[in-house]
């Protein structure tokens, strides 16, 4: 009994460009991306080829502005181009949505001055970012930062430690929250700091459980100057500007999250097509064949609630709200789908000779980045109840 093939996903795509678009970005992934990315992962070799090459296309600034350097389409069409990518390695999908993150500060806060300056390079020059907001001692409660910049002259001096920098040692550019003035998300200021700046260093990557080819390391600012005019927005700014960025950020991480289980959902069909036991194909069960359905249903349901959200963006209303369910919903979906798909491929399942293990472990992290899973919850009941009242 043949496997029965993966059949390509069928895309709502607003304009003949977008699907063109996605032409070449299939034709990219099946290239470039997805025959080696089992092996790379495996090796936790970070593909900045493959970044460069993303770049080149045109597919490191597909959201942002043409004028800039940017490739113009709504988020629409920019999140399912990161489905594609996450679907065939996440390390890559979700390097893009770190990439985004990264550029969003610049190009919504910075002074057309800064933007001519500086996105081109970001946008489609080949520069790669990071966004470094997390520290050691500030995840969840990202407003009670340490890192600080001191004003000297014309210039800011950071100094301080970021942790858990995607792209961290790697990285091009680094959009820096700081603390500049009091306590709290109103003494926060965001700077554009390079990668070569004096006094910049990364530590060795953090050890993971997936994505092991994409670093992931502490970043320490040790007396990092930088001019006023790298810095973005207005002095205490900075909490509302990097707030800004992961809303639009938390849809990236849906989008990777739908496609990393989309990727589990089509191992599992083909596997239980091909697969006998009993004298029949195991997808004749109905204990799977409704697990394959609940599957299908709940990645659907997942991409409908991604795209409601980035149609509200793409239309200028608010999305903040719905950013916060996607991702809820998104990365809970990829966590149930990747176990569900290692239960349908039995003990193979739980071998490095599938990828179902691997997308398991990757659909974990999805469920802690840009805003744990708890704080998508206070986000979404925060603008259902008002804030907390203590
Ligand atoms: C692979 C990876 C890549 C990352 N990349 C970046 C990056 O590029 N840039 C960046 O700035 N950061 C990055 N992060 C950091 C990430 O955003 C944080 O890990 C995340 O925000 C959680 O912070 P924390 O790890 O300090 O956990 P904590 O905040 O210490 O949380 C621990 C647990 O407590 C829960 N919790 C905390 N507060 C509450 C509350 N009020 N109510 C209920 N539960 C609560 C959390 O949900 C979690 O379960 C990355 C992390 C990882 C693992």
Redesign the pocket.
Known sequence: MPDRAPQPVDRQLPTDEARDLFSLVRELVQREIAPSAAEEEDAGRFPRGTFSLLSESGLLGLPYDSDFGGGNQPYEVYLQVLEELAAARLTVGLGVS?HS?ACHALANFGTKEQRAEHLPAMLGGGLLG?????EPS?????ASLRSKAVREGDDWVITGT???????GVADFYTVLARTGGEGARGITAFLVPGDAEGLSAAAP?K?MG?KG?P?AQVHFDGVRVSDARRIGDEGQGFAIALSALDSGRLGIAACAIGVAQAALDEAVSYATGREQFGRPIADFQGLRFMLADMATQIEAGRALYLTAARLRDAGRPFSKQAAMAKLMCTDTAMKVTTDAVQVLGGYGYTADFPAERYMREAK?LQ????????QR?VIARHLAGPETR
């Open positions: 770190v993150l990071a966004y470094c907001l997390s500030s995840g969840s409660d990202a970021k942790a858990w920098i995607t792209h961290g953090e993971k994505m994409s992931t992290v802690i980045v840009e805003g744990t899973n708890q704080i206070m």
